[in-house]
C-alpha cells in the first residue's frame, strides 16, 4: 500500500529524510494556496503520526490516507 503513495510522499518530503516533517506539510499548503499556521500543521502531523515521534513515514503517511 505504502508504495502508492510513494510519489506523492517523497514530493512533500522536500529534504528526502523519509520523514515529512510540519515545516514541509505547512509549505506544501502554501504552495497549494492554503496555508497553516505552524500550530495548524503540527495539529495535522499529530492526526497521523502513529508513533508519536512528531513526524510522518511513509507508512503513516499511506495507512492515514488509505
Known amino acids: 500500500m505504502a508504495n502508492d503513495y510513494a510519489l506523492t510522499f517523497n514530493m512533500v518530503d522536500v529534504d528526502g529524510d523519509g520523514l515529512i516533517s510540519a515545516v514541509e506539510l505547512a509549505r506544501l499548503m ?8 505552524p500550530e495548524a500543521a503540527a495539529a495535522a502531523i499529530s492526526r497521523m503520526d502513529e508513533d508519536g515521534d512528531g513526524l510522518i513515514s511513509l507508512d503513516e503517511f499511506a495507512a492515514y490516507l488509505g
Open 30 to 37: 502554501e504552495v497549494l494556496g492554503q496555508p497553516l499556521t
